[in-house]
């Protein structure tokens, strides 16, 4: 096996054991990304130099006897992420020579891990979007087949870690962006709970929703890297001072004793009938695995949660996204002396399509006159929402869904319909309107292409969404296929 | 319900938000339709039911106020597209 393919785990092991070192495994990563990149463009940014000090420094801790269990291990930053140092643009103009005077709290914990950081991972721009064709610099390619989107926002962090790029990667989720590209790339995405991990340090798009996670290779991999990322942090007001689990020991099986709903709702019509078929056999094969499932869960809001969330989203981006003036950082206009027209133009160059499209439509959600109509009504249904999720998530440990209601879909072919485009987060987005947990496993393929599971828990209960994961991976054999770039 | 260009443009006027008039005219139709879509929020109903602004529970979080270093001036002034003696130098706001 080369040593790009490796988990995280794997890597660990052969680390401990002085049968390779970071250097080694580093260079392997990095002529894979040298092999791959031609097809996938999944970096915005490569930190080759970086790396190579990082995996210097890793292996002298190594040899030292200081290690954890992410030591001198090649992961990738989504450039949404602040890197001290680093170019973070967010996949746009506006921020494309912007240099982060610091570290987000993510990238602190995963440095003292001893990260190998190989690069900065493409994206919708902003992270508004599903396929990553927003990016102002170029779209990502899936791995599985070069015609089709990876998803979105995070689809260069889930090719890069699909096609052998890096072992591991972080991605932000603010309607799906972890799990959708997770599911299209068939790799593991994980959202964590609202607050279990800092947003310090990462560039707000819709704050109520926002959150870091990781895509890995497998279950394990996720729970090694939320051991390193989640925890309380001062600096960011919204996260929560509740004590970190070690999140491996929820790596378990068996699932008897515990109960599964699956609520009617996500089964939309119109959705993809393979994707349906998927989602019900690894219904089953959890059934077989012990847990008591109810196949007939309602959650009545379900189809309100689409117009909620793209109402309050791009009202929190439109209020986020001011502070692009061209004054402290980012373009800047300079042809004019005037103040409003230096603003005005400054954003019109420096922003893409989507993201004007969504800071107007968040505009005028919050404008006098509208507010009632749009923002605050969408707040209402949003707490129904989260009450719905709430009931049934007392009745049952988690709920399952499809990820995505149909496999990867080919470049461009969204692009001109922006509700469309919206519908590819169907399934994920309610699970941010509540700000509770999820996660999307590789669950089967049509065609090729693959599909995913989505599992979702309550609020801080990541250990149950890996515990019934893990038990599902080790069950089934979709997460070793690997894609024929 | 149809968006006329004028409140596009008042729109865009309060985001300060530049648009080109091709800009505009797509705005109209994109966001027309959009809203168009989510008005099936209305038939919701929603009476007595409070608006959550927020996931979490979380009100008014205080810290001890304690003296801590801030980033260095000449780190965070690298980025500034135009700077004069140590400040952001922006355009004249008063004509």
Excluded at chain 1, 456 to 477: D, M, N, S, W
Excluded at chain 2, 4 to 30: C, N
Aim: proline residues 7%.
């Amino acid at each position: 096996m080369d040593l790009w393919q490796l988990t995280i785990h794997e890597a660990h092991e052969l680390l401990k054991g002085k049968e390779i070192s970071s250097l080694e495994l580093t260079q392997a990563v990095l002529q894979s990304i040298g092999q791959a990149e031609e097809k996938i463009h999944a970096f915005v940014t490569i930190t080759e130099d970086l790396a190579f000090k990082q995996a210097d420094r890793a292996d002298k801790q190594i040899r030292n006897g200081q290690m954890t269990p992410l030591t001198g291990i090649p992961g990738v930053i989504k450039d949404v992420i602040c890197t001290k140092g680093i170019r973070t643009t967010c996949s746009s103009r506006m921020l494309e020579n912007f240099i982060p005077p610091y570290d987000a709290d993510v990238v602190e914990r995963l440095n003292a891990y001893g990260i190998v950081i190989v690069g900065k991972s493409n994206m919708d721009e902003f992270a508004m979007g599903s396929s990553t064709e927003n990016s102002a610099f170029f779209p990502t390619y899936n791995p599985w087949d070069l015609t089709c989107v990876p998803g979105g926002s995070s689809g260069g962090s889930a090719a890069a870690v699909a096609a052998g790029e890096t072992i591991y990667a972080l991605g932000s989720d603010t309607g799906g962006s972890i799990r959708q590209p997770a599911g299209f790339c068939n790799i593991v995405g994980l959202k964590p709970t609202y607050g279990r991990v800092s947003r310090y340090g990462l560039v707000a798009f819709a704050s109520s929703f926002d959150q870091i996670g990781p895509l890995t290779k497998d279950v394990t991999d996720s729970a090694l890297v939320m051991n390193a990322i989640a925890g309380y942090d001062p600096r960011d007001s919204t996260s929560l001072p509740y004590p970190v689990p070690d999140y491996t020991r929820a790596l378990i099986g068996d699932l008897h004793g515990l109960r599964l709903g699956v609520p009617r709702e996500y089964f939309i019509p119109g959705m993809h009938p393979e994707v349906e078929q998927a989602i019900r056999c690894a219904v089953g094969k959890l059934e077989q695995l012990g847990a008591k499932v109810d196949w007939d869960v309602s959650l009545p809001s379900t189809p309100y949660a689409l117009p909620a969330y793209y109402i309050i989203a791009p009202s929190e981006a439109s209020a986020n996204l001011a502070r692009y003036d061209g004054v402290k950082y980012g373009f800047s206009y300079q042809d004019t002396s005037n103040m409003w027209e230096a603003m005005g133009k400054t954003k019109q160059f420096g922003f893409g399509p989507e993201v004007k499209r969504r800071i107007m439509l968040g505009t005028y959600a919050l404008s006098a006159g509208y507010y009632d109509a749009y923002y605050l009504k969408a707040q209402k249904v949003r707490t129904l929402i989260r009450e719905e999720f709430s009931q049934a998530l007392g009745r049952f440990d988690a709920l399952l869904t499809p990820t995505s209601p149909s496999p990867p879909f080919k470049l461009g072919e969204k692009v001109a319909d922006p509700l469309q485009m919206y519908l590819s987060d169907v399934c994920t987005l309610p699970i941010n309107i509540a700000g509770i947990p999820a996660i999307s496993v590789p669950a089967g393929f049509s065609d090729g292409l693959p599909i995913g599971l989505q599992i979702i828990g309550k609020p801080f209960a990541e250990e149950v969404l890996l515990h019934i994961a893990f038990a599902y991976e080790q069950a089934t054999e979709w997460h070793k296929r690997r894609p024929p770039i | 319900m149809k968006l006329t260009r004028e409140e596009v443009r008042h729109i865009a006027i309060l985001a300060r938000l530049g648009l080109s008039e091709a800009e505009v005219e797509r705005f109209q139709e994109e966001l027309s339709h959009i809203l168009e879509n989510f008005e099936v929020l209305q038939q919701v109903d929603t009476t007595d039911v409070s608006p959550t602004a927020h996931p979490i529970p979380t009100h008014n979080v205080l810290r001890e106020d304690e003296a801590a270093p801030s980033l260095p001036k000449a780190e965070v002034l690298a980025n500034a597209p135009r700077q004069e003696a140590g400040c952001f130098k922006v355009h004249a706001v008063l004509e």
